[in-house]
C-alpha cells in the first residue's frame, strides 16, 4: 500500500478542532447572554455553571473559569472535548432558538487548556481525615472519585490494571476528538491533589478483593466494561476488535494495519470512530454494516452526519454471517439483507432477516464494534447486578456495605459517557465522605 | 424622496450631515475626499494658537466585545501651520461651492487675537465660523477653549469681541463640561451669536492598564483626563439638546442648533433632529469607519422621513421637543405593566433575575401545569436537552404586582418579547405639580401621603 506511507497518522488523525484564539473565546463568550438558572447547565449532567464560567472568560478571569469548570467537573478537559454537546449543554442553549447554540464545549477546552498549559493547580488536597479509600480503576470515574475525595482529605489510592491510567480516555476516544496528552495531565492533576495511582494492579488477578477491604475504609468499583463482545459468526477469530484497533491509532499508529476496503460491523460511536480512524489511515473504502437503519442507529445524529463527510458508506438492514478468508487472508463478508418487524425489547422493530438476499461484501479487513461486554467483576465479587451492570443504590453503594461503584460498569440505565462517569465518581465521593465523616460532612454543608 | 438640504444660519447644505471639527476634517485633501462621498459639509479641525501635540492621544473604551463605543482624546487643536490651513480651507472652499465649509477657531482671549483669526478665515470664503469653547485639555490649561465655555461671562465677552468683526455666520460650540448648558448658551445669545453647537467632549479617564497600572492611553509614564465622545455620550448629548431646546431664552431667541455627540446611524441623526438640531455633526463614528457612512445616513434618513411623510428636514426638527416635559408635570395616573409573549420568550430568564433580584418581585416562574417553580429546582440526576428544555418552565409577569418600571423589557434578549402594556390605573389623572399645589400635605408628610394612597387605591409594598 504504498498511499499509506504518505500518511501522518499524527497529522490525519490531529485534534480535529483548533484551540480557539483569546479574540475567538471572548468574542464567544460576549454573544452568551449569562442566562439565569440556565438551560446549558441544567443539561449538563455534571451541572457545571456555565453561564458563570463563560462570563469568567468574557472578563479575562481564565484561571477563575477553569476553577468554575473543574469545581462542577473534575475532567473538565477531557469533557470539553469529548461531551455530545449538541444533545447536552450546547442543545439546550437558548440561542438554538435564536441564532446557534454559544460553543459551550470549545469555550470550556480554552479554560482548562489555559490552566493545564500554565501549570496552574485551582485545587489543592483537604485536611486529612485520617480515611482511607481504594479506588478500583483509572478512568473519569475513578480518578473524579479519587480527586473529590483527595480534595475533602482523604487519603487515596487507585488501582489500575492497565500500564497508562484514564481509562478509555486514554485508550478508548480517538485523537481527533482528545489527544492522549490531554487524559494523562488530568491523572497528573489528580495525583497532585495527593492520590496515589498505582498501574498494572488488576483486581481479582494480582490484587485481592479481601485485602483492599481489610486495609481501606471505603472502596469505589470504577472498571468500565469489558471487551468488545463475540458476533459468534464462522471466520470471527479474523475480525479485529473495534476496541484494540483505535487503542492502536493513538498508540502506536504506524503499527496499524489497515486493509484497503475495510467492514465495520455496528452503528454505535465506537463504531463510527473505527470508520474514521480506518479512513483517515488510508483505507479506499470504509462501510459500514448494521443489521437495522439509520433511525435506530445508537450513534448521536452529529456523528452520522461527521461520518458520511469523512467520505465513509453505510449498508444498512444488513447482517454479517460470515467472515470469507482465503489463503489465510479476509477478501469478504458474508452478509443476509434483513428487514424491519415489530418492536423488540428494546423498543425499536426487531430485525429479520430475509430468506435468500446473501451477499458478499467485498474486504481485506473487518472491524467489530458492537458494544462492550458487562463487567465480569460483579460477579465475581458477589455483587448484586441490574441487566448485568453492578447494582448500586442512589449513593452509589452496590450491595456491599462500603463498597460503591460508578461509571460505565454502573450504566443500567442511559448512554455510557465520559461526563456521566464523572458525575457518579463526584456524587459517589460526596456519598463516601458523607459515610466515612458524617458530621464533617454536615458541618461543611 | 425627502429633500434633505438645509438652510443653517443661512449656511445651506445638501444635507443635514457636517464632519465635526476632528482628526477627520483635519486637511483640504481629507475634505475632499469627504465631500466626495456625500458629506454635505465640514468644519475645519480648530485652527488658531500654535501647539504641539502628544503621542497616544486616543483612548477608548470598549464593552462586551464591542470597539469603541467611545473614544477619549487629548488632542489639541490643529498643528499645522496656520497659514497651511487657511489656504487650504480656500481651496475647498472653491471646488465645493455647494458644500458648508465652516472654520472652527480658537485663540488666546484677546479682542486682537479674535479679530485677526476671524479676519483671516472670512478671508478664505468659508461660510461660517465656529468658536471652539469645549476643548477640555490642554487648551484649557491655557485659558482657552472650555476654561472659557464654563464661565458664562467670558462665552459672552469673546463671542461679543467676535460678532463685532464677523461678517458671515457665527457658531458657538458649547461644552458639556458644566453643570447647567443653559447658562453659557444664554451668553452667546445675549452676545449676539448666529447659531449653537453641541456638544464638545466630555471631561474623562478611560481606563487605568491592570498589567502596569499605568493610565490608559499611557503618555510616557503619564496619563490625564481627555475629551469622551462617541455613541455612549448620545444620551448626555440629547439631554443638552432639549435642554437648549425647552429654554424659554433660546427657544425665543430662535437660533438654530447643531447637534452632534455619538451620532453613528441615520436613526441617532433623526433622534437629533426630533430635538431641534436641525444641522448634524459627526466625528467618532467616521473615526471609527471612515467617510463612507455618509452614504446610509443620508439613505437611511431620507427612507425614515419618506415612511413618515416628511418631505423635508424643516418638518422633523423639534417635532418631539413638546414631549420634553419635567417630571412634575408627569401624569401619576399613567400605568404601564409587563407583558410577555411565550411565544417569542427564548426563556433565558435575565427578566426574572431581574425583576426578582432588583425591581419588584413580580416575575414568576410557571411549569408546564400552571404550577409555580423556584428557580434550580431541577433533580441533579436530571440532564440531557430533551429533560432540560422540556421541563424548562416560563416567566410569567404577575400584572396586579408589577409596577411597570420597564427594566424587564429593557434586559430582555428578544427583540419585542416583553411589551410595556398601558392598563387603566382606573385613577384620574393627576400630575406631582397638581397634587401638591391641591393638598401640599402629601410632599411632606408620609401619613398623609399613606391617606392619599389610600384615598386612590395606590399599593406598593
Ligand atoms: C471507542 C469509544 C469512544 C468513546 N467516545 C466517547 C465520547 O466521544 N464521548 C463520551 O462522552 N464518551 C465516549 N465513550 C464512552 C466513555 O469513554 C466512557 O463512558 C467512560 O470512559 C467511562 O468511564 P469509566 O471510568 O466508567 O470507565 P473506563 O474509562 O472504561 O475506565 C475503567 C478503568 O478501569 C480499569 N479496570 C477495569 N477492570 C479493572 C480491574 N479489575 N482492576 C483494575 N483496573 C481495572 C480499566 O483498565 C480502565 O482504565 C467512548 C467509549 C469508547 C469505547
Ligand atoms: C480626537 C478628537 C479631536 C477633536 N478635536 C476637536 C477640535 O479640534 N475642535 C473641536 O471643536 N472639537 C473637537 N473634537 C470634538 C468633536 O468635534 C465633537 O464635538 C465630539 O467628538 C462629539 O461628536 P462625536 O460623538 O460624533 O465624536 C474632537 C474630538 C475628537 C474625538
Ligand atoms: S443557555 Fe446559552 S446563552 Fe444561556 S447561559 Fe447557557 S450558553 Fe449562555
Ligand atoms: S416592569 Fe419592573 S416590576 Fe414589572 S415585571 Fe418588569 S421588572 Fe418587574
Ligand atoms: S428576558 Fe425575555 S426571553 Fe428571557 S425569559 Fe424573560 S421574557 Fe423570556
Same mark, same amino acid.
Not at chain 2, 427578566?351 to 432588583?358: E, H, I, L, Q, S
Given at each position: ?128 481525615? $485520617?480515611?482511607? %479509600?481504594? /479506588? +478500583? @480503576? #483509572? !478512568?473519569?470515574?475513578?480518578?473524579? *472519585? ?5 480534595? &475533602? =482529605? ?104 489497515? $486493509?484497503?476496503? %475495510?467492514? /465495520? +460491523? @455496528? #452503528? !454505535?460511536?465506537?463504531?463510527?470512530? *473505527? ?5 483517515? &489511515? =488510508? ?104 441487566? $448485568? ?57 | ?461
Amino acid at each position: 500500500m504504498n498511499d499509506r506511507q504518505i500518511i501522518r497518522p499524527e497529522e490525519v488523525l490531529a485534534e480535529y478542532y483548533p484551540p480557539l484564539t483569546d479574540h475567538e473565546a471572548v468574542v464567544e463568550a460576549n454573544r452568551c447572554l449569562y442566562c439565569y438558572d440556565a438551560p446549558c447547565t441544567h443539561a449538563c449532567p455534571t451541572h457545571i455553571d456555565i453561564p458563570k464560567f463563560i462570563k469568567k472568560i468574557a472578563t479575562e478571569n481564565v484561571v477563575g473559569s477553569a476553577r468554575t469548570i473543574l469545581e462542577a467537573n473534575l475532567m473538565g478537559a477531557t469533557c470539553a472535548r469529548v461531551c455530545p454537546v449538541q444533545e447536552l449543554c450546547e442543545g439546550a442553549c437558548v440561542l438554538n432558538a435564536e441564532e446557534k447554540p454559544i460553543m459551550i464545549g470549545r469555550l470550556q477546552r480554552y479554560a482548562t487548556d489555559y490552566v493545564y498549559s500554565r501549570g496552574i493547580d485551582v485545587f489543592k488536597a483537604g485536611p486529612p481525615t $485520617g480515611k482511607k %479509600v481504594a /479506588v +478500583i @480503576g #483509572a !478512568g473519569p470515574a475513578g480518578l473524579t *472519585c479519587a480527586g473529590e475525595l483527595a480534595k &475533602l =482529605g482523604h487519603s487515596v489510592t487507585v488501582f489500575e490494571k492497565r500500564e497508562l491510567p484514564g481509562g478509555l480516555s486514554t485508550y478508548g476516544i480517538i485523537v481527533l476528538r482528545e489527544p492522549v496528552e490531554v487524559a494523562l495531565a488530568e491523572v497528573e492533576m489528580v495525583k497532585r491533589l495527593g492520590v496515589e495511582v498505582k498501574t498494572g494492579m488488576e483486581l481479582g488477578a494480582n490484587l485481592s478483593f479481601e485485602q483492599i477491604r481489610r486495609e481501606y475504609d471505603a472502596v469505589f468499583l470504577s472498571v468500565g466494561l469489558g471487551a468488545v463482545p463475540a458476533l459468534g459468526i464462522p471466520g470471527e477469530e479474523h475480525i479485529v476488535d473495534g476496541l484494540s484497533y483505535i487503542e492502536a491509532s493513538k498508540m502506536n499508529p504506524q503499527g496499524l494495519e489497515v $486493509g484497503r476496503n %475495510v467492514a /465495520v +460491523i @455496528g #452503528a !454505535g460511536n465506537t463504531a463510527i470512530d *473505527c470508520a474514521t480512524v480506518a479512513k483517515r &489511515l =488510508g483505507a479506499e473504502r470504509v462501510t459500514m454494516v448494521y443489521r437495522r437503519t439509520d433511525a435506530e442507529m445508537t450513534a448521536y445524529p452529529h456523528e452520522y452526519e461527521f461520518a458520511k463527510k469523512e467520505g465513509i458508506e453505510f449498508r444498512f438492514l444488513t447482517q454479517p454471517v460470515r467472515v470469507i478468508v482465503e489463503g489465510g487472508k479476509v477478501t469478504g463478508l458474508e452478509c443476509v439483507r434483513m428487514e424491519l418487524g415489530a418492536p423488540d425489547a428494546s423498543g425499536r422493530p426487531a430485525p429479520r432477516p430475509v430468506p435468500g438476499s446473501e451477499f458478499v461484501l467485498p474486504a481485506d479487513q473487518v472491524v467489530k464494534a458492537i458494544g462492550q461486554e458487562k463487567p465480569a467483576l460483579a460477579q465475581m465479587l458477589g455483587l448484586q447486578t441490574e441487566k $448485568g451492570y453492578i447494582k448500586v443504590n442512589d449513593d452509589f453503594e452496590t450491595s456491599l456495605s462500603g463498597v460503591y461503584a460508578g461509571g460505565d460498569c454502573v450504566r443500567a440505565k442511559g448512554s455510557a459517557s465520559t461526563v456521566m462517569a464523572v458525575e457518579d465518581g463526584k456524587l459517589a465521593a460526596f456519598a463516601i465522605h458523607r459515610k466515612l465523616v458524617p458530621l464533617r460532612a454536615a458541618a461543611d454543608d | 424622496m425627502a429633500d434633505l438640504r438645509i438652510n443653517f444660519a443661512g449656511i445651506r447644505s445638501p444635507n443635514p450631515f457636517w464632519l465635526a471639527s476632528a482628526p477627520p476634517t483635519n486637511s483640504g485633501a481629507q475634505i475632499h475626499k469627504a465631500f466626495e462621498y456625500g458629506w454635505g459639509g465640514a468644519v475645519w479641525k480648530t485652527i488658531g494658537a500654535p501647539v504641539l501635540n502628544v503621542s497616544n492621544r486616543y483612548g477608548a473604551w470598549h464593552y462586551g466585545g464591542q470597539k469603541m463605543l467611545a473614544i477619549n482624546n487629548v488632542e489639541l487643536i490643529s498643528d499645522r501651520p496656520l497659514e497651511v490651513n487657511l489656504r487650504e480651507i480656500r481651496d475647498v472652499k472653491r471646488h465645493w461651492p455647494d458644500r458648508a465649509v465652516i472654520v472652527s477657531a480658537m485663540v488666546e482671549s484677546t479682542p486682537e487675537a479674535w479679530r485677526d483669526i476671524v479676519l483671516k478665515i472670512e478671508d478664505t470664503g468659508a461660510d461660517g465660523i465656529e468658536l471652539n469653547y469645549g476643548c477640555p485639555h490642554g487648551m484649557s490649561e491655557r485659558g482657552m477653549g472650555s476654561a472659557v465655555g464654563q464661565v458664562p461671562e467670558y462665552c459672552e465677552q469673546i463671542t461679543r469681541w467676535v460678532m463685532d468683526v464677523a461678517k458671515i455666520p457665527v457658531i458657538v460650540k458649547l461644552t458639556p463640561n458644566i453643570t447647567n448648558i443653559v447658562y453659557p448658551a444664554r451668553a452667546a445669545v445675549n452676545a449676539g451669536a448666529n447659531a449653537l453647537s453641541l456638544i464638545n467632549t466630555i471631561n474623562s479617564i478611560v481606563a487605568v492598564d491592570l498589567d502596569t497600572l499605568e493610565i490608559t492611553p499611557n503618555i510616557g509614564g503619564k496619563g490625564g483626563h481627555g475629551g469622551y465622545a462617541g455613541p455612549a455620550v448620545k444620551p448626555i448629548a440629547l439631554n443638552m439638546l432639549s435642554a437648549l431646546g425647552t429654554d424659554e431664552v433660546v427657544r425665543r431667541s430662535g437660533l438654530p442648533i447643531s447637534g452632534m455627540g455619538g451620532i453613528s446611524t441615520w436613526k441617532d441623526a433623526a433622534e437629533f433632529l426630533l430635538l431641534g438640531a436641525s444641522s448634524l455633526q459627526v466625528c467618532t463614528a467616521v473615526m471609527h469607519y471612515g467617510y463612507r457612512i455618509i452614504e446610509d445616513l443620508c439613505d437611511g434618513l431620507s427612507n425614515w422621513m419618506d415612511s413618515k411623510g416628511f418631505k423635508s428636514v424643516d418638518e422633523v426638527v423639534g417635532k418631539s421637543l413638546h414631549r420634553i416635559s419635567d417630571f412634575k408635570d408627569f401624569d401619576l395616573a399613567f400605568r404601564a405593566v409587563a407583558r410577555i409573549d411565550p411565544d417569542k420568550c427564548i426563556k433565558c430568564n435575565l427578566c426574572y433575575v431581574a425583576c426578582n433580584d432588583t425591581a419588584h418581585q413580580c416575575i414568576d416562574l410557571v411549569d408546564a401545569n400552571g404550577n409555580l417553580v423556584q428557580p434550580y429546582s431541577y433533580d441533579v440526576r436530571s440532564n440531557g436537552k430533551l429533560e432540560a428544555v422540556g421541563s424548562r418552565p416560563q416567566p410569567v409577569v404577575r400584572e396586579e404586582d408589577c409596577v411597570g418600571c420597564r427594566l424587564c423589557h429593557n434586559v430582555c434578549p428578544v427583540e419585542g418579547c416583553i411589551e410595556m402594556v398601558e392598563v387603566p390605573s382606573g385613577r384620574a389623572s393627576v400630575t406631582w405639580d397638581q397634587l401638591t399645589k391641591a393638598r401640599p400635605e402629601v410632599g411632606s408628610d408620609w401619613e398623609a401621603m399613606e391617606r392619599y394612597r389610600k384615598e386612590v387605591g395606590i399599593d406598593i409594598h
